[in-house]
Nanobody, 113 residues
Framework: QVQLVESGGGLVQPGGSLRLSCEAFGSIGSIHAMAWYRQAPGKQRELVAGISRDGSTNYVDSVKGRFTISIDNAKNTVYLQMYSLKAEDTAVYYC???????WGQGTQVTVSS
């Protein structure tokens, strides 16, 4: 059993920044890749960013240059640093252990003045 525990969401003004964390607990074995997804009200869940164990990354076009995903393999933790936040970044953000059925519980990010 694996548990993914997210933290770091909240309310921020446009142009602000937040850092999300997701720590993996349990029978993880070797993490190959992790990812952050988000789901805004009335929209489908979308992949925001992914990172493999060797550090290679990918991002959805709308966050390139503003978000940075990183991983601390020793801590089994993945981070999402978000800068220059926009109203359209408002969503529930979920972390996901790639290639498995494991998801975090979600953390709300609200960008509003």
């Amino acid at each position: 059993q694996v548990q993914l525990v997210e933290s770091g969401g909240g309310l921020v003004q446009p142009g602000g920044s937040l850092r999300l964390s997701c720590e993996a607990f349990g029978s993880i074995g070797s993490i190959h890749a992790m990812a952050w997804y988000r789901q805004a009200p009335g929209k489908q869940r979308e992949l925001v960013a992914g990172i493999s164990r060797d550090g290679s990354t990918n991002y959805v076009d709308s966050v390139k240059g503003r978000f940075t995903i990183s991983i601390d393999n020793a801590k089994n933790t993945v981070y999402l640093q978000m800068y220059s936040l926009k109203a359209e970044d408002t969503a529930v953000y979920y972390c996901h252990l790639w290639g498995t059925a494991y998801w975090g519980q979600g953390t709300q990010v609200t960008v509003s003045s």
